[in-house]
């Protein structure tokens, strides 16, 4: 199957990978957010009994699993990490000195390209193959 991205989704897929650790950031923050919040909301107006959830557990699971921006970040999160552990040598290297070696700010291309002694083309091929099952196993496409 041939995917088709945009070069705006290609820049935000690439955006994925080159801000993962903020990404585990705002995951974390946000999943404190919603176990602490700042007060209970009490929904029961009218008196009777209420339809709160009184286990305290449970009530965080469905907070957890029905906050949207939380699932999106965990899935987020969660594929960049389990792409990276079964990545060849090589995408590696591309995804550690293109995304996350931010000391030397950006390599360009054709510095990766000389470091892994493959020509720079050969190098977009396996960053396009990492961005597009990227978005294949987000649900991008």
């Not at 209420?50 to 557990?57: A, H, L, M, Q, V």
Request: one cysteine or more.
């Amino acid at each position: 199957m041939t995917i088709v991205l945009s070069r705006t989704d290609i820049q935000k897929l690439e955006e994925f990978w080159a801000n993962h650790n903020d990404n585990k950031k705002q995951l974390k923050f946000r999943e404190w957010e919603l176990l602490n919040p700042s007060q209970e909301v009490d929904e029961n107006i009218g008196g009777s009994s209420s339809g709160y959830i009184s286990n305290p557990t449970e009530r965080n699971a469905i907070r957890l699993l029905e906050d949207k921006l939380y699932q999106n970040l965990k899935l987020i999160v969660r594929t960049v990490e389990m792409m990276y552990v079964e990545l060849d040598a090589d995408t590696k290297t591309i995804v550690d000195m293109r995304y996350w070696d931010k000391e030397n700010a950006c390599y360009e291309w054709e510095e990766i390209a000389d470091k892994l002694f493959i020509s720079r083309s050969k190098v977009l091929r396996k960053r396009n193959n990492l961005i597009d099952e990227t978005a294949q196993r987000i649900g991008w496409v």
